[in-house]
């Protein structure tokens, strides 16, 4: 994974936190009796939902970067 990619996944992650944290408090927080209970919640989610998409960018960029390689590798070895 590119510096460029980790930063545009890192970047993507955070606007997902932010996101999950305005609909959270906009439409969920409600249903909890206690402010705080929900505050943790919401942290939790907002934060496994944002590892989870870079993790998969990541798995993205990895593999993209695999199959470009092995393009090359059958590249060369067809020219020798």
Known sequence: MSFSQAWDAGFRALL??????????????????????SVAVMNVVAIAAAIAFFLRAR??????????????????????
Do not use: N
């Not at 993205?60 to 067809?78: F, G, H, N, S, Y």
């Open 16 to 37: 997902l936190y932010v996101g999950i944290v305005f609909v959270w408090l906009g439409l969920i927080e409600g249903y909890f009796p206690s402010q705080s209970t």
């Open 59 to 80: 798995r993205r960029a990895v593999a993209e970067r695999e199959r470009a390689e092995a393009e090359v590798r059958a590249l060369i070895e067809e020219q020798v």
